[in-house]
Structure formats: C-alpha cells, structure tokens
C-alpha cells in the first residue's frame, strides 16, 4: 500500500506582495470614531458617518473606510464568540448599511485580555474573532497593544500581531490590518514581516498644534519603510475638532500627504464647518498622499523654525511643501538644487489652486505662523 503525503501550503500575503499592494496600494482614508466620540459612540453615530461620507464630497475624495474604535464589544456567547453590546445591536446590519453607501466597514480589538477602555480584546480568541468580523462583512481591523503587555513579553510583541494577521488571512477575506502599538521597537523593522498594512509609528495625537507637530515632524527619517502595501502611520487627523487654527490644520493635512500617511477623518463630519470639510477634501493636496509610487517624502532643508521638505510623484513632478513652525509670519525658500531641478521650473500652489509660473534656482513662499505652503514643481 502506498501514500500519499499531501501538503497544503497556505499563502499568507505580506504588505509587499502584490497581495498586500493589492489590498493598501495607497494610505488608507477614512474616518474613526475615537478623536470625537470617544466612548460614546454608538451605531447612529457611524450610520451618520457613513451619510455624511457619502453626500459632502469625502467618499468623491478618496475616503472609504467608516472605522468603529473601541467601546463597541459586549459579551462573548458560549462558544466564545463576540458580540457588540447595546450601543450597537446588529453589527452585521450595521456593516451592510455602511456598504450600502459605497463604503467599507472597520472595527477594533487588542492582542490582550482587554482594550484600552477595558473592553473584551481578542486573547486566546484570535480566530473566532477573525471568523466573526469576516461574517459580519469587516474591511479593516485596528488591533491595539494596550493590555497585551500584562500576557506577552515585548520579546513576544510581534509574534502576537502576526497571530492575529494569520487568523484575518484563514478567513479569506481581505481585511486591511493596522496595528496600534505607538512605535515601541522599532516596529517599522517587522510590521510588514507579520501583516501589517499599517503600523503606528507614535503615541496618540491631539487636538492642538504642538502635539500634531511633534509627531508629525519626527517621521523624517522613516521614508525607507513605508509604500505601496506598508505604511508608517503617524495617527489619525483632527482637522474640524477645533483645537487648532485654519493655519495649524493647513499645516496637519499638508505634512500628512507629504508623509504618505493614512487620511483618517477624526471629526463630527455631521457637524463639519465648511472650512474645515475643504482642508479634508481639496483633491490636488490629497493627490499628492493617494500618489501611486507611493513615496513617503522627507525633510530637506532647515532654517531654525523654517522647514522644506520633498516628495517625487510618479509623473516625474515633485511635491514641495513649505513649513513656518515659528511665531511670526516667514519667508520659506526652497532652491531647486535640492530637488536636482535645473534651470526653470513651474510652479503650482495646491492649497491656492493656482498656477504660480516658472521660476529659476528657487521659489520662495511667505508662509504665515505655524502655516505651510504646498507646492508642485515641474522640471
């Protein structure tokens, strides 16, 4: 008698794979619940998301995903799986409702016994989960360190993100994964190694310019890690929750498409003024993140306060965004020697909508306090 060993090899696909690059080919754009509702939010909040998304011009823009943070968890049946609690009843009706209007539906969980608001995370129960956000008709997962330290050692951190990523790939629905662990080790190394599509590179944000600006400038230097698949991920926008100024949020929105980072809407978008639905929407500036290379642009050069930094474009242009971090109104210059541009070069203004001409050696911009100038320049 013979037999036969059969081997049936599972492929899992990594964010660098054409699968990966299939499923995130640029940042994702959205919205999460967490910046504005906290754990407040209920099912009527993301059905009203999704309305908004889908009339004010954000779903026309670019924004698919309606992401649910955390607080939605309930109890787990006898079987150990999940169910939402009151707040959201029916998290299948809810996902079809968010479908329904041309979007995608995501949700959250932990790697350890409970979320950050001490709600059932997802240990020991990683693929009922997966099983369970996939029949329910989830597009996205945001998986949060949190209480996984009190189960896992840091040695064991990536080992548990890639157990979860296992359990998403076994179901055979493709999930976008995002893994929230605010950068500890250097997790720009090994994310795309265990799934991830994209990773937070930082602590979390908020609603006023020095925090924003700290996480945002110190990615320079994390280009080498992110493209087309994988994406470093410097947290979510707070454009429109009004602790900032209209030239602090040009300067938020404008250095995240300049870091190719994910555009994830953190605010009432039933209640957005109209300046503040323009900063989210002006299609030239989210263009310049949605590019299909996929390049996450770097610092350039450096004046006390004053910044310029760079970001080539597939059709060979370069995007060039010009930053005041000081106290007073500036000057910002950026020579065309840095860009490697020769001779005169076109210059457009995206924030302005405006051809500004051709130039030569270099542009210079006034840029008013904590403000930022975004610029195409074409050789």
């Not at 020579?335 to 541009?341: E, R, T």
């Not at 020769?342 to 001409?357: E, F, I, N, S, T």
């Amino acid at each position: 008698m013979k037999y036969v060993l059969i081997c049936i090899v599972f492929l899992v696909a990594l964010p660098g794979s054409a699968a990966g690059q299939k499923l995130s080919p640029t940042p994702p754009m959205g919205w999460n619940s967490w910046n504005h509702f906290g754990c407040q939010v209920t099912a009527a909040d993301v059905r009203g998301a999704a309305d908004a998304m889908a009339r004010n011009g954000m779903k026309d823009a670019g924004y698919v995903y309606v992401n649910i943070d955390d607080c939605w968890q309930g109890a787990r049946d006898a079987n150990g799986m999940i169910h939402p609690n009151q707040k959201f009843g029916d998290m299948k009706a809810l996902a079809d409702y968010v479908h329904s209007q041309g979007l995608k539906i995501g949700i959250y969980s932990s790697p350890g016994p409970q979320t950050c608001a001490g709600f059932a995370g997802s240990y020991g129960f990683e693929e009922k989960d997966a099983q369970q956000y996939a029949a329910w008709g989830i597009d996205y997962l945001k998986y949060d360190w949190c209480s996984a330290e009190k189960v896992y050692s840091p040695e064991q951190m990536a080992g548990a993100f890639k157990k979860m990523h296992d359990a998403l790939v076994l179901t055979g629905r493709p999930i976008v994964y995002s893994l929230c662990q605010y950068g500890l080790l250097r997790v720009w190394d090994w994310a795309p190694s265990v799934g991830g599509n994209l990773w937070r590179t930082t602590g979390d944000i908020s609603d006023n310019y020095d925090r924003m600006s700290v996480i945002g400038f110190e990615q320079n230097g994390l280009e080498n890690f992110a493209g087309p698949g994988h994406w470093n991920d410097p947290d979510m926008l707070e454009v429109g929750n009004g602790g900032m100024n209209h030239d602090e949020y040009l300067t938020h929105m404008t250095l995240w498409c300049i870091l190719a980072a994910p555009l994830l809407a953190g605010n009432d978008l039933s209640k957005m003024s109209p300046d503040a639905l323009a900063i989210l929407i002006n299609k030239e500036v989210i263009a310049i993140d949605q590019d299909p290379n996929g390049v996450q642009g770097h610092r350039i050069a450096e004046e006390g306060p004053l910044e310029v930094w760079q970001k080539p474009l597939a059709d060979g242009a370069i995007a060039v965004a010009l930053f005041n971090r000081g106290e007073s109104a500036n000057s910002v210059t950026v020579q065309f020697a840095d860009l490697a541009i020769k001779g005169p070069a076109h210059v457009r203004d995206l924030w302005q909508h405006k051809d500004l001409g051709s130039f030569e050696g270099r542009f210079t911009a006034n840029v008013p306090v904590r403000g930022a100038v975004l610029i195409v320049v074409h050789r």
